[in-house]
């Protein structure tokens, strides 16, 4: 803009000049003098402009090849972690295939297992039942001996009072001979004896029930 001023006054003084012819050729290299002094600026300013153009475009150009490194370094970072990434998930995959296949032959040892155990569980509640019987059944038996011991005690009760009477054994005498010589059972006079056989020798004494 400031240029633009001396060009104009350049332009106006193209009127018709009042003044001398010498005093005119003066002026008018003074303005031309001045013309070229403006251009040598635009022309240093324009130079000053291209270099600091250049210098912009140097560092422009740096930057794009700062930013390249660096984006390339990043892209090769990123890559290297992606890569990692990858082994480690097909590392993961391997595994958890393996972890499958385990879990898979584990799952058909248990169910080998557990038919066995079933089968063995079927046994068991079989023999328990078979065991339940037999425990109802000697408790069927238990009953009645436990009745059969109270009848006996029972008995054996009467026979303590009733009222008994001695005899003495004599020669030819034996206890079916006695039993009837007093009207009892042979099995009665036994007992009331406790003997075990029918036995018995001259002298002895037997005891004989009423």
Same mark, same amino acid.
């Given at each position: ?16 000049? $009042?003044?001398?012819?010498? *005093? ?20 240093? *300013? ?17 930057? %794009? ?17 992606? *890569? ?21 032959? %584990? ?22 039942? !078979? ?6 059944? @000697? ?40 039993? $009837? ?9 036994? @007992? ?12 002895? %004494?037997?005891?004989?029930? !009423?």
């Amino acid at each position: 803009m400031r240029y633009l001023i001396p060009i104009l006054f350049l332009l106006s003084s193209c009127s018709p000049l $009042k003044t001398s012819f010498h *005093d005119g050729g003066h002026q008018w290299e003074l303005t031309i003098h001045e013309v070229q002094t403006n251009l040598d600026d635009l022309r240093h *300013d324009l130079s000053c402009f291209r270099a600091e153009i250049q210098i912009l475009e140097g560092r422009i150009r740096s930057s %794009e090849t700062t930013f390249s490194s660096l984006k390339q370094q990043d892209f090769e970072k990123h890559k290297i972690k992606i *890569d990692q990434m990858a082994e480690l998930s097909q590392a993961l995959e391997k595994k958890w295939a393996l972890f499958e296949k385990k879990q898979k032959e %584990e799952m058909e040892k248990w169910v080998g297992y557990t038919g066995k155990t079933s089968s063995v569980l079927t046994q068991f509640n079989e023999r328990i039942e !078979e065991l339940e019987k037999e425990i109802i059944s @000697q408790n069927r038996k238990l009953e009645a001996l436990v009745k059969l011991k109270g009848n006996i005690e029972v008995l054996a009760q009467s026979l303590q009072n009733q009222p008994m009477k001695s005899y003495k054994v004599r020669s030819g005498d034996s206890l079916e001979k006695i039993a $009837k010589m007093h009207k009892i059972d042979v099995s009665r006079l036994k @007992q009331a004896n406790h003997l075990n056989s029918d036995l018995i020798v001259v002298g002895q %004494e037997l005891t004989i029930p !009423e």
